[in-house]
């Protein structure tokens, strides 16, 4: 799977699931960076905002190395 970190955070993380799925909760509010990394793929960071009370939906595509 790709692993996901927010914030360089060590709490704040995922793997996705074989179909690419993934859930982090209890993001704080506010501006955030997402970084998405798997071996042989360039790795993606993004900034996200996350909104109090809604949950945010976010597709990642990873390229080949």
């Known amino acids: 799977g790709v692993f996901i970190q927010i914030d360089s ?7 996705t699931a074989n179909n690419g799925t993934y859930l982090i909760s209890n993001i704080p509010a506010g501006q955030h960076t ?4 798997k071996t042989g793929y360039t790795t993606q960071v993004i900034t996200i905002y996350i909104l109090r009370d809604v949950n945010t939906k976010l597709n990642i595509v ?4």
């Open 62 to 65: 990873l390229q080949p190395v």
């Open 34 to 37: 997402l970084t998405a990394t």
């Open 9 to 15: 955070s060590s709490t704040l993380t995922a793997i």
